[in-house]
């Protein structure tokens, strides 16, 4: 996997548009990716952790696919895809 993915980074055309597109739009983009995530991380160890004081352990994986999975929505409205929205 790392071989097929540092092939496809050694492309000249991926290479070129890594390093072109660095507008102030693609940036507030990842910031908002980023700011997406690091509530999908927070959440899930809310979660872990009020599942496991309130002696709940077997709903944890399904509290992560849950959260896992709506973290999905937000990222769709980021990248305009419409089909989730």
Not at 26 to 51: D, H, K, T
Request: aromatic share 16%; hydrophobic share 60%.
């Amino acid at each position: 996997m790392l071989l097929g993915f540092w092939t496809l980074l050694r492309r000249p055309a991926i290479r070129r548009l890594a390093e072109s597109d660095t507008t102030p739009v693609r940036a507030y983009v990842g910031f908002l990716y980023w700011s997406i995530v690091a509530l999908e991380v927070i959440a899930i160890n809310a979660a872990v952790i009020f599942l496991n004081a309130t002696q709940r352990q077997a709903l944890v994986p399904f509290a992560i696919a849950a959260i896992v999975g709506l973290h999905f929505l937000p990222l769709a409205w980021l990248f305009r895809v419409t089909a989730y929205y």
